[in-house]
């Protein structure tokens, strides 16, 4: 999966999961406000990414991000481990 | 010094309408509920019969976030609870600013609780379950679902009570309004309705097995019943102080005047005429009235021999045999831990709209049923006072009586 098919992919399963419009997922948008994610939404996080890109992210990962570009480096990166 | 206990909204997700004015039209017709599911048959059941309502879109209404932790018992909840709120002129803004409570019946989530479970032997993996089902698992589902989207800040609990749940839910809010705790409370009775939540009772041989004739397999009091129907939905009944009901300038519905409850501490399953006999009792001396002050009630009777029989016997021993009865279960099917707070739905929109709702399907009396004066076909009739009988598994019994409203 290259970089944009990573944007395509979590911009559809997060936009689906979280209710939020796709256009608002943008690279240097914040993740943790885009989506309105409160402590319980990092649960189902985890189970979309898990369901959607095969790999879950631990609660370290998750520190490191603060925008989506952050986020899709994250997942470039674990899926590189994964291949 | 006590308060006055009133009834100032209802609200209905049944199998008879969604919604009062539904619900009033097939009360009136004598509309049966009852469908066949023939997944029942397959998942292992002797009896496909049941009561059904849909499973609502709440994503009008709701966020993700406040829609996530719902399963049926919630989401039915919410259907009935935003129709009574609506009624009772009360919304969030007004209930976060001032102390309401909530105490609802509700008495198993076993389709949420099987969900999960299936999650976990799928993945292998707890984290995977995701955050919303904890709160669809847990038999609070509806307290802590209801209580946070319209920011109550009273008393909230759920009540456990079998098939009494909902009749108890309105009783045990009543003590406390009588007794100044609280001014105003959300009750109710929720039921779930999936092939998951009534295998264990099916399999008692307990239903019906009348497959041929659907609208006729719940018949209560009749000497040619088979057996009950499961049913569900959610009723809601928003009780509070007269002070508070009149302060707000809102219709009163009716004003609730007796809540007579008792175990039988016998059989775990079989009822008991002495047990019925004394809740019957004590909600006529708490409200102070004689028998003749009750002109309609609303029967517990589920159609089954034994309980229909023992209910009969206590209706008589107390009431004497000339009072109107019916059980709109023949229409409903049993809707268990909700039927407690629908059956005084029922019975408030038949004494706002002076007609007795028919027991349908009543053809033959049998020995105990023909002593009671049970109503097989739609009667006009001014109610002013009803009593409404709920008993459960556990020998758990709850009477109220409620007349109509004078200052």
Redesign the interface.
């Known amino acids: 999966m290259n970089r944009e098919d990573i944007i395509i992919t979590t911009k559809r399963f997060l936009s689906e999961e979280?209710?939020v419009d796709e256009s608002k997922i943008l690279p240097n948008s914040n993740l943790q406000k885009t989506l309105d994610l409160?402590s319980?939404?990092y649960?189902?996080l985890?189970?979309v990414i898990?369901?959607n890109l095969g790999f879950?992210p631990t609660a370290e990962n998750f520190k490191s991000i603060e925008t989506f570009e952050d986020f899709y480096n994250l997942v470039e990166k674990k899926l590189a481990e994964t291949a | 010094m006590e308060n006055r206990v009133v009834i100032t909204g209802i609200g209905l997700y049944s199998c008879i309408g969604n919604g009062k004015d539904e619900v009033l039209d097939s009360l009136r017709k004598g509309k049966s509920g009852i469908i066949n599911d023939v997944q029942r048959k397959e998942f292992g059941y002797r009896s496909c019969l049941t009561g059904m309502v849909k499973d609502p879109d709440l994503k009008p209404f709701l966020s993700r976030r406040e829609r996530i932790g719902m399963h049926q018992p919630a989401m039915f909840a919410f259907m009935s609870t935003k129709e009574a709120l609506e009624q009772a002129k009360l919304d969030v803004e007004f209930l976060a600013k001032n102390e309401t409570g909530i105490i609802y019946g509700n008495d198993s989530t076993a389709g949420a609780v099987i969900n999960t479970v299936d999650k976990v032997r799928d993945r292998k993996d707890t984290a995977l379950i995701g955050s919303g089902d904890i709160f669809q698992n847990m038999n609070c589902t509806v307290n802590m679902n209801l209580s946070t989207i319209y920011k109550l800040k009273g008393i909230n609990i759920s009540l456990s009570a079998a098939c009494a749940s909902g009749s108890h839910s309105i009783g045990m809010g009543y003590l406390l309004i009588k007794q100044g705790l609280q001014e105003r409370i959300v009750c109710g009775g929720a039921q779930e309705i999936n092939v998951f939540a009534m295998a264990s009772f099916d399999g008692l041989g307990a239903f019906s097995v009348r497959h041929d004739q659907v609208a006729k397999a719940s018949r209560p009091f009749d000497a040619g019943r088979d057996g009950l129907v499961p049913s569900g939905g959610a009723a809601t009944v928003i009780i509070e102080s007269m002070e508070s009901a009149l302060k707000r300038g809102v219709p009163i519905l009716g004003e609730i005047i007796g809540y007579g409850f008792s175990s039988n501490g016998e059989h775990i399953s079989n009822p008991n005429f002495d047990g019925q006999y004394r809740s019957l009792n004590m909600a006529l001396q708490q409200a102070g009235i004689n028998d003749s002050a009750v002109d309609y009630v609303n029967a517990h009777a589920t159609s089954t021999i034994v309980g229909d029989g023992m209910e009969a016997q206590a209706i008589n021993s107390v009431l004497g045999s000339k009072v109107p009865v019916s059980s709109t279960k023949s229409m409903t099917g049993h809707e268990c831990w909700m039927a407690g707070a629908s059956e005084v739905a029922y019975s408030l929109l038949m004494m706002e709209n002076d007609f007795i709702a028919p027991n349908i399907n009543f053809e033959n009396p049998d020995e105990d049923s023909a002593k009671i004066n049970v109503i097989p076909e739609y009667q006009e009739k001014n109610i002013n006072c009803f009593l409404s009988n709920s008993f459960g598994f556990g020998g758990t019994n709850s009477s109220l009586i409620i007349k109509k409203f004078v200052k």
């Open positions: 979280f209710e409160d319980l939404d649960v189902d985890v189970v898990e369901e879950k």
